[in-house]
C-alpha cells in the first residue's frame, strides 16, 4: 500500500532549500513543520517568491497571499574576497550547503555552482571579506526555484550526515579521553584518543605547511597578512558605517 509523505514534507518539497532562516526558522524542514502544525503562515519564505506563496496555497487549499518578509530577490552567490581573507573557517561552519571550502589559516573560496545565496556566511566573518553578487537580473522562476532546490537540499542533507558523524566521534573521543585520564594513563594517551575526533578544517602541522605546495585555494595565510587583513576590514565597515 502506497502510503503518502506527511503534510510537513510535502510543504518542505515546495520551498527553495536555502536555509537562510529569513521566515524565522532555522531551516527549510522546520519551517514547513510549523506551517504544517498551523504554527507559522505560507508567506515568510521571500527566497520561494510569490509562486512559493501560491503553491503552498494550493497544496493547502488556502487562498494566495502577498509575502510579508521583503521581496523576493534575484539569485545571489558569495563572493570572498581572497586578498582579504584570513581563513577562520567561520563561513565553512556557517554554510547550510557546503559550498565553501578552503582550510584553517588558508584562503578560502566559494562554489558558486553550489551557493543559495543564503547570506548566513556574512555575519560571521571577521574582516567583511564576503560580498553577495547577483547572477541574473530577475527572480528564477518557479520550475528554476526548484531545481536549485533539488541541489541545495542533497547538499544540506549530505552535510548534515556529515556533522551528525563528527559530533558522534567529538563525544566518543572525550569520553574515551576521560576514561583514560579516570584510570591514571599518561595524557598523551588521553590526546591521542580524541585528535581523531578534530574537525577537519584544523590548521595543519609545521611540517604539512612546508610541504604542501600553495596552489589555488590553499594559499598560506601568514601574521602579517593576517593583521593587514583585518585592518582592510576595519577600515570597509568604517566606511560602510558613516558613508564615507
Same mark, same amino acid.
Given at each position: 500500500m502506497n502510503v503518502l509523505p506527511s503534510l510537513a514534507v510535502r510543504i518542505d518539497a515546495a520551498l527553495p532549500q536555502t536555509q537562510c532562516t529569513r521566515c524565522g526558522y532555522p531551516t527549510c524542514r522546520a519551517y514547513a513543520q510549523a506551517i504544517a502544525d498551523g504554527e507559522a503562515d505560507i508567506d515568510r519564505c521571500p527566497p520561494g517568491g510569490e509562486a512559493g506563496v501560491a503553491a503552498l496555497a494550493g497544496l493547502l487549499g488556502r487562498a494566495p497571499k502577498a509575502l510579508n518578509r521583503g521581496?523576493? *530577490? %534575484?539569485? $545571489? @552567490?558569495? $563572493? +570572498? /574576497?581572497? /586578498? @582579504?581573507? +584570513?581563513?577562520?573557517?567561520?563561513? +565553512?561552519? %556557517?554554510? *547550510?550547503? /557546503? %559550498?565553501i571550502v578552503g582550510a584553517a589559516k588558508r584562503m578560502h573560496t566559494v562554489i558558486t555552482d553550489e551557493c543559495t545565496g543564503c547570506e548566513l556566511c556574512l555575519p560571521p566573518c571577521p574582516v567583511d571579506c564576503i560580498a553577495l553578487a547577483p547572477v541574473a537580473a530577475r527572480p528564477l522562476s518557479r520550475a528554476g526555484v526548484l531545481e536549485r532546490a533539488a541541489a541545495a537540499r542533497e547538499r544540506f542533507d549530505a552535510r548534515k550526515v556529515r556533522m551528525d558523524r563528527t559530533g558522534a566521534r567529538n563525544t566518543v573521543g572525550a569520553a574515551e579521553a576521560a576514561m583514560f585520564s579516570s584510570q591514571g594513563d599518561d595524557a598523551a594517551a588521553a590526546k591521542s584518543i580524541a585528535a581523531p575526533a578534530a574537525p577537519t578544517t584544523a590548521a595543519p602541522t609545521h611540517a604539512a605547511r612546508e610541504a604542501a605546495p600553495a596552489t589555488a585555494g590553499q594559499r598560506p595565510i601568514d601574521r602579517a597578512a593576517v593583521l593587514a587583513a583585518i585592518a582592510r576590514g576595519k577600515a570597509r565597515r568604517a566606511k560602510d558605517t558613516h558613508g564615507s
Open positions: 521581496v523576493e *530577490p %534575484a539569485p $545571489l @552567490v558569495a $563572493l +570572498i /574576497d581572497e /586578498d @582579504v581573507c +584570513i581563513g577562520c573557517t567561520k563561513c +565553512i561552519q %556557517a554554510c *547550510p550547503v /557546503d %559550498a
